[in-house]
């Protein structure tokens, strides 16, 4: 009964996750003026943190693919190498 209910916290856990990864990818992907339309309802001061926000995540999203590329062109760089010493 306890593995269940654990299981359960944590199927329910990885959902909240996942739908709130999908709407922080679908504000980072709106324009300014989309993201103005969209929190109408806020005032000025909550729009500007929301902004920043959205800003790290991009910058975030934005460092993570240039390390993974760094890393990719590190792996090709030893693997020339390598070729270059056996040759």
Same mark, same amino acid.
């Given at each position: 009964?306890?593995?269940?209910?654990?299981?359960? #916290?944590?199927?329910?856990? =990885?959902?909240?996750?996942?739908?709130?990864?999908?709407?922080?990818?679908? $504000? &980072?992907?709106? +324009?300014?003026?989309?993201? #103005?339309?969209?929190?109408? =309802?806020?005032?000025?001061?909550?729009?500007?943190?929301?902004?920043?926000? $959205? &800003?790290?995540? +991009?910058?975030?999203?934005?460092?993570?693919?240039?390390?993974?590329?760094?890393?990719?062109?590190?792996?090709?760089?030893?693997?020339?190498?390598?070729?270059?010493?056996?040759?």
């Amino acid at each position: 009964m306890a593995k269940k209910k654990i299981s359960e #916290r944590g199927a329910k856990v =990885a959902r909240t996750r996942k739908e709130h990864a999908e709407f922080r990818n679908r $504000l &980072a992907e709106m +324009t300014p003026q989309q993201l #103005r339309n969209f929190f109408k =309802a806020f005032d000025e001061s909550a729009f500007g943190r929301i902004e920043a926000s $959205l &800003a790290r995540v +991009t910058q975030d999203r934005v460092e993570d693919t240039i390390s993974s590329k760094l890393k990719e062109i590190e792996k090709l760089q030893a693997e020339v190498s390598s070729l270059k010493s056996n040759a």
